[in-house]
């Protein structure tokens, strides 16, 4: 499915487009509480009331730390969990409503993990991996075997005939991260939830992979939700950062404005604990 019949089904919808217009995915007081069972029943306040947006065709950075919700938020941003209250739009339009995700959107979007390992079925070829994926996204059969092929070779998986056969463990983590993005986009997805996509990789990798996010957000100019505990990353490709704290976002902004001046304590104390590559006194 294209992002241009996507964009008919949301304007010939009811026409309901939210006050904050224009072509975004749109979080709206986003509330999200766990309750443990057992005897003794603890509540977690994953998110605590949170709106926020991303734009089609923006890179935003999300931060913050271990436990502050930024994986709740961002499930809740792929349709993967629903959340206690609140509202997801697409471009003014529910994402979802009372019977699923609305018609236009399915595959709409998507989201990449920290663990390609863990992501990809470990019994299923390359091949049966991708070739489900793009089923599911609408490709007709007898378009299946390009399509695995062209996705393969869009994320750098090359030549393709020889990946196709083979099983996820018989990949590296940089190959298997690039083949869970082969995966998404087969779905022309409109946005990208990526958490931690680079975490588990080898920094060499790492950065190969964040230049294929970005060759890959220019080329389909997809709205892309980043989350990560690496502040270089962010700085490195995002146009706008939100940090998380304790299911809020405490701060939000253009990239450079975060970095030069950061106006939450607790975004300075982020900033502060980042080592820097290069200290400053020995840039020249
Ligand atoms: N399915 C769940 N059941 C119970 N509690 C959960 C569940 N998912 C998340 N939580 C809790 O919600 C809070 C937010 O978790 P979340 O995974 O969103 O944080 P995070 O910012 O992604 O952390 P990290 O940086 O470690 O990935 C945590 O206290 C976590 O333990
Ligand atoms: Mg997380």
């Known amino acids: 499915m294209s992002v241009v019949s996507r964009q008919d089904a949301a304007d010939a919808a009811t026409g309901a487009r939210d006050a904050g217009g224009g072509d975004a995915l749109r979080l709206s007081d986003i509330h999200m509480t766990f309750r443990s069972r057992g005897r003794r029943r603890r509540e977690v306040v994953a998110v605590d009331g949170v709106s926020v947006s991303v734009g089609r065709g923006e890179i935003?950075?999300?931060?913050?730390e271990s436990g502050s919700g930024k994986s709740t938020l961002g499930r809740v941003m792929a349709g993967l969990q629903v959340p206690d209250s609140g509202t997801v739009t697409i471009d003014g339009t529910a994402y979802q409503g009372r019977r699923g995700i609305t018609p236009g959107f399915h595959g709409a979007v998507q989201m990449v993990f920290q663990s390609p390992a863990a992501s990809l079925n470990p019994k299923m070829t390359i091949r049966s991996i991708l070739g489900y994926a793009a089923r599911r996204a609408g490709v007709p059969r007898d378009g299946v075997g390009s399509a695995v092929s062209a996705a393969l070779e869009e994320v750098g998986v090359t030549p393709p005939d020889r990946f196709l056969g083979r099983f996820p463990h018989e990949l590296s983590g940089g190959q298997q991260q690039r083949v869970a993005l082969a995966r998404a986009l087969l779905h022309r997805p409109a946005y990208l939830v990526a958490d931690e996509p680079t975490s588990a990789l080898d920094v060499s990798v790492r950065v190969q992979i964040i230049k294929l996010i970005r060759e890959i957000q220019a080329h389909h100019r997809m709205g892309i939700l980043f989350i990560t505990h690496d502040l270089s990353v962010v700085r490195?490709?995002?146009?706008?950062?939100?940090?998380?704290?304790?299911?809020?976002?405490?701060?939000?902004?253009?990239?450079?404005?975060?970095?030069?001046?950061?106006?939450?304590?607790?975004?300075?104390?982020l900033l502060g604990s980042t080592p820097q590559l290069v200290p400053p006194q020995d840039a020249a």
């Open 60 to 64: 935003v950075g999300l931060v913050g």
């Open 236 to 269: 490195a490709l995002a146009q706008r950062a939100l940090v998380m704290y304790r299911g809020d976002i405490v701060e939000e902004g253009d990239i450079d404005d975060v970095f030069a001046r950061p106006q939450h304590e607790y975004t300075r104390r």
